[in-house]
């Protein structure tokens, strides 16, 4: 039998001993993710872009379809920058960033994932306002932004969200008034402590961003 000529053995060769990089969208927003990120602990070590898929990577949680559901980062001694690459997790249903050292602006992109059932970003350093997006979040049951820097007035189309349980953006610099409508109705003013907020929204007599 003829050998085969030698140009297509070399790109036989090359092809067999390459890396083969993921081609996963899940798997390149997340190591997207990790670039953006210090990580003194290795916390993302497993975090291996030339897989299939992100599935065994650590702190990542997949269903049987192999979509990532969960991102577990919370208290990981990391810091960094969010970037919109994170709104390409489109089944995901908790993001889990609490209690790090993360800083900018909370990407408009994270609006983008609809499954999401629990979004947990306090006690970073998280600037900026609340995006509007997050009203596109109709699945979102519990919204922790606490002990963060943001500001700016907390948005009123956030009172859409009717599956809204748990709300808290205390101890921020938030200004303006407080939502009294949809789940808003029903949440704490401890939920608001701390911030430059003018009290509940007096609807038809001052601006809801008055004193903003």
Request: hydrophobic residues 35%.
């Amino acid at each position: 039998m003829a050998s085969p000529p030698l140009p297509l053995l070399f790109l036989l060769l090359g092809f067999s001993f390459s890396p083969v990089i993921s081609t996963n969208s899940e798997g390149n927003a997340l190591h997207a993710l990790r670039r953006r990120l210090s990580d003194p602990t290795n916390v993302l070590q497993s975090w291996d872009p030339t897989l299939v898929n992100p599935c065994t990577w650590f702190h990542v949680t997949c269903d049987s379809d192999s979509h990532v559901i969960r991102l577990d980062l919370g208290n990981s001694n990391i810091s960094g920058t969010l970037g919109p690459e994170l709104g390409e997790l489109r089944h995901l249903q908790y993001l889990e960033l609490y209690r790090n050292g993360i800083t900018g602006e909370i990407p408009t992109e994270l609006g983008n994932l609809k499954n999401l059932v629990s979004m947990d970003l306090y006690e970073n350093k998280f600037e900026g306002n609340i995006p509007k997006s997050f009203a596109k979040l109709k699945s979102l049951r519990f919204l922790r932004m606490n002990n963060n820097k943001l500001t700016g007035s907390i948005p009123r189309e956030l009172a859409s969200l009717s599956k809204l349980k748990i709300f808290d953006v205390s101890t921020n610099e938030l200004c303006g008034t407080i939502p009294v409508d949809g789940p808003f109705s029903t949440f704490s003013m401890e939920s608001y402590e701390n911030n430059r907020l003018s009290g509940p929204e007096l609807q038809g007599l001052v601006p809801y961003d008055f004193g903003c």
